[in-house]
């Protein structure tokens, strides 16, 4: 019998994780359209096509900041479900401890973190990039669009400069909507580049359709600008590219490449272990769900219980988004940033059940 109960509640804690993914992807997508049709609809190459397609390449990199939410609130939801229909009071009078009817839910939350960081992870980077180049591409025209962060700074033959792009492509060899910024030996701003695109060719960087503003002067516009530069592509990859948008299969390749470079990978780390404990951050939120939702029915708590499941799973989720933060920035180490805030809640979470259901 145990294997047939188990396989169901497997089955229903997986259907409501899918409802609940289907319905936070359906209320992404509609915020999400609408916020970008109104900050980029006046651009000349944007249209609704177009717009969806970027909406839903955009949406799995969200999903990935909702899925802690998601285990917690299906865990939630399941267990509610069958306590109200008097199943698991049957479970129990059958001499099913509560340590064995959570472990479908618990390996199902296990399973939903490896297909986050194996699946959506990918997903989510490849959509991302995809997406920048599409956004950037309906402005390529408005080059006068301030360039965001991050910004490179490169000195050569005296001349120095700082360059920042809305997007990059292809590992960092090609900008689009790109500002180059030239200051003198007394650090003033002398000339100010503002191009459709820069391709990272051999020893310099390729500008096309460029806008030139220097002090007192017209802006003059230039097909094409050679700017001479000592940087090599991997040096500009490994600085443009944000732990977020790297998958996960290739984290451990570019910590190694930036470490040869020099360059901190306190957040690449960061980002690595934080991947390795999603699985069992989600069975975290899962014994949270357990701890207010399996005596619900049976004892008639209010519902101030379950906002303090909510509360605390959200508690988590902070804690472990702030300490995060801590470890990117290397004040704490990124092993410890990453996993700490998992352990500790499970411990907390198996304590509570202990006390609740075996005194």
Request: some cysteine; glycine content about 8%.
């Amino acid at each position: 019998m145990i294997p047939t109960l188990g396989f169901y509640f497997f089955r229903r804690y997986a259907m409501t994780t899918f409802w609940f993914l289907l319905g936070i992807f359906s209320l992404i997508f509609i915020i999400d359209f609408s916020e970008m049709s109104n900050r980029v609809g006046a651009l000349p190459g944007y249209t609704i096509s177009s717009g969806l397609i970027v909406t839903a390449l955009r949406i799995p990199m969200i999903l990935m900041q909702t899925v802690p939410f998601v285990a917690l609130f299906a865990g939630m939801a399941a267990l509610i479900s069958l306590n109200r229909r008097y199943e698991l009071v049957v479970t129990r009078a059958a001499g099913i401890s509560v340590w064995q009817f959570l472990r479908p839910f618990v390996i199902g939350a296990f399973l939903f973190g490896v297909l986050a960081v194996l699946a959506i992870n990918p997903i989510a980077a490849w959509g991302t990039k995809k997406a920048q180049e599409l956004e950037a591409g309906w402005g390529a025209a408005n080059s006068r669009t301030e360039a965001s962060v991050p910004w490179l700074r490169q000195i050569y033959e005296g001349d120095e400069s700082i360059i920042g792009a809305k997007a990059v492509l292809d590992n960092g060899t090609r900008l689009l909507n790109v500002t180059v910024i030239h200051f003198d030996d007394e650090s003033r701003i002398v000339l100010r580049q503002d191009a459709e695109s820069a391709t990272l060719e051999d020893g310099y960087w390729l500008l096309k359709n460029v806008h030139e503003t220097r002090n007192g002067e017209l802006p003059v516009r230039l097909d094409e600008v050679q700017l001479r530069t000592n940087l090599k592509q991997e040096f500009v990859s490994e600085s443009l590219e944000k732990p977020e948008s790297i998958p996960f299969f290739r984290l451990g390749r570019k910590i190694e490449a930036a470490k040869s470079f020099g360059f901190p990978t306190y957040a690449m780390e960061t980002q690595f272990h934080s991947m390795l404990s999603l699985p069992l951050l989600l069975v975290a939120m899962t014994l949270i769900a357990a701890c207010v939702s399996l005596k619900f029915s049976r004892f008639n708590q209010s519902r101030a219980v379950i906002l303090g499941g909510i509360l605390s799973g959200f508690m988590l989720y902070v804690v472990t988004v702030l300490v995060k933060a801590f470890g990117s920035s290397g004040v704490v180490p990124p092993f410890v940033a990453a996993w700490l805030p998992v352990v500790v809640a499970m411990s907390l979470g198996a304590t509570i059940l202990l006390h609740q259901e075996d005194g």
